[in-house]
């Protein structure tokens, strides 16, 4: 057997995996959850199908046209073993070595917790049994995916293991049970197998976070200035607000902060490029983790955009908001007064709400253009025309529709209750600061620069070339 350490995905599909499948034996070493789907599929493709078992007379169902026999007896009839027992119980292994030196042991255990262990589940068994050939796969499926056929979301059979040929042997049948491989290299990979099945939605985690600091910041926020404050000074009780006004300002003001959070890695990254005078810098960690969860802080903008658009629809039905109007049309009516129709505040809620349609229009682009069957079907080109071009023109308009809403009440001293500005000129600061910031990259000079160390071209430092003609020139004396 050839020493194999390959760290790239290489898919293991051979052409004669694609023949009909013989009647080779396989073993499986445990009836249990795991054991007893992946034996079904085993016979499905047509294995012969062989259990060991401590209780080889009185273990669970098994599937029909399997054989049960005590693990010695099972070992000495398959070439490939499949151990689906929990690794705390792999001591009983260590006394049937000579029954498995030679052959191929597929360890598709998983832990409870990172780093229950000091090594991986299968570099363990490798050192139990060191005359056969571990090869970690299969711990990715679950038994009920396993059971019901390989869906969209478990094609993936992720493997690795020190021996070419055992992992050949083992692609090889899961690509009979239908899934595609991806060979993770050495069996040194095994703990990164391990740790797949142990993690939840690791690149949402940070936008969560961000979101939910930021919606209970605004959401405080927001409270003291419409809630507490008119109840403290003109003993008005404002609390019904919280249900809808108040969840109408939180959620577009986090949605439009979120949305610049997006853009905002992506301007630093190029300051800091034209800073540094080349891209084959590494970015600092910070920044590429940032980067890394712009397309999950996106999809969590245009959700709270969505919120938005659906609460403000309902205005016109609002007990508060119905209220108001035939209040204000009766005391008309009472006076015997006309309001005047004003052009200027015609002028400016439509265009307020014109730049709000377009701006959500645009998010919801984004978002399906984010949605994997789509992206998959554009170029690069095209994705980043989408992402980056009409990402910045969503960010253009849904900033130009807030300074709409605000219009002339950023000069207006009652608008800033407590002294403190009300919570969507808060929101501004950021989108505000990324469109100039992107602005000033769009400058003819700036952009060319870009474009230049984006291609490869590097800026030399004056100090380092001084310092290399002088040690040129020490060799040549040498
Ligand atoms: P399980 O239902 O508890 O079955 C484990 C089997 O191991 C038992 O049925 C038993 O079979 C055998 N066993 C138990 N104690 C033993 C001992 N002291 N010595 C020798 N054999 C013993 O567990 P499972 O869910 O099938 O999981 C098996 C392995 O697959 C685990 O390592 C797990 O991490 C991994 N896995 C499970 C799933 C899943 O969805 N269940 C998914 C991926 C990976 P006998 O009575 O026949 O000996």
């Excluded at 959850?33 to 169902?61: A, F, K, T």
């Excluded at 004003?342 to 682009?365: A, E």
């Amino acid at each position: 057997m050839s020493e194999e350490v390959k760290p790239e995905s290489v898919s293991l599909y051979s052409v004669s995996a694609a023949a009909t499948p013989e009647q080779e034996a396989v073993c499986i070493f445990g009836t249990g959850d795991l054991g007893r789907s992946l034996g079904q599929r085993l016979l499905q493709s047509g294995y012969r199908l062989v259990y060991g078992s401590r209780r080889p007379h009185s273990c669970g169902p098994i599937p029909p046209g399997a054989q049960v026999m005590s693990h010695e007896i099972a070992a000495r009839s398959a070439s490939l073993v499949f151990v689906c027992v929990h690794r705390e119980h792999y001591d009983f292994l260590e006394t049937l070595a000579p029954h498995l030196k030679g052959k191929v042991l597929v360890d598709v255990s998983n832990n409870l917790k990172k780093n229950m262990y000091p090594e991986a589940n299968a570099e363990f068994l490798q050192r139990l049994i060191p005359g056969a050939h571990v090869v970690k796969a299969f711990n990715t499926l679950s038994a009920w995916a396993l059971q019901n056929g390989p869906s969209d979301a478990n094609r993936q059979v992720y493997l690795c293991g020190n021996s070419l040929e055992a992992k050949q042997a083992v692609a090889e049948i899961a690509t009979k049970l239908g899934f595609n491989v991806q060979d993770r290299g050495s069996l040194s990979a095994a703990r990164e197998l391990e740790d797949f099945p142990l993690q939840l939605f690791p690149e949402w985690r940070l936008p969560m976070r961000l979101t939910i600091g930021l919606t209970a910041f605004f959401f405080f926020y927001l409270l003291i200035r419409d809630v507490i404050f008119a109840y403290v000074n003109q003993g008005k009780d404002n609390s019904f607000r919280i249900m809808v006004s108040l969840a109408n300002k939180v959620f577009p003001i986090v949605s439009l902060i979120l949305l610049s959070l997006c853009y905002l890695p992506g301007v630093i990254a190029a300051f800091l490029q034209l800073y540094r005078g080349t891209k084959y810098k590494r970015f600092p960690d910070w920044l590429d983790r940032w980067m890394l969860c712009r397309k999950q802080l996106g999809l969590i903008a245009l959700a709270l955009a969505s919120l938005h658009v659906l609460y403000t629809l309902i205005i016109p039905i609002r007990y508060y908001v119905r209220f108001r109007l035939a209040a204000n049309t009766i005391s008309q009516i009472k006076e015997n007064k006309t309001s005047v129709f004003d052009t200027t505040m015609g002028w400016r809620t439509d265009s307020y709400y014109s730049m709000g349609i377009l701006g959500f229009g645009l998010y919801l682009l984004l978002g399906i253009a984010s949605l994997p069957s789509v992206s998959n079907a554009l170029s690069w080109r095209e994705f980043s025309f989408i992402q980056s071009k009409l990402g910045y023109l969503t960010l253009f308009f849904c900033t130009f529709h807030t300074y709409l809403y605000g219009w002339d009440k950023f000069l207006f001293i009652s608008s800033f209750k407590w002294y403190t500005p009300p919570g969507y000129m808060l929101c501004l600061v950021v989108p505000s600061v990324v469109l100039l910031l992107k602005l000033l990259l769009l400058l003819p000079c700036v952009d060319k620069s870009l474009t230049r160390i984006r291609q490869g071209w590097e800026r030399t430092d004056p100090e380092d070339d001084s310092k290399k003609s002088l040690l040129a020139k020490d060799c040549q004396k040498l």
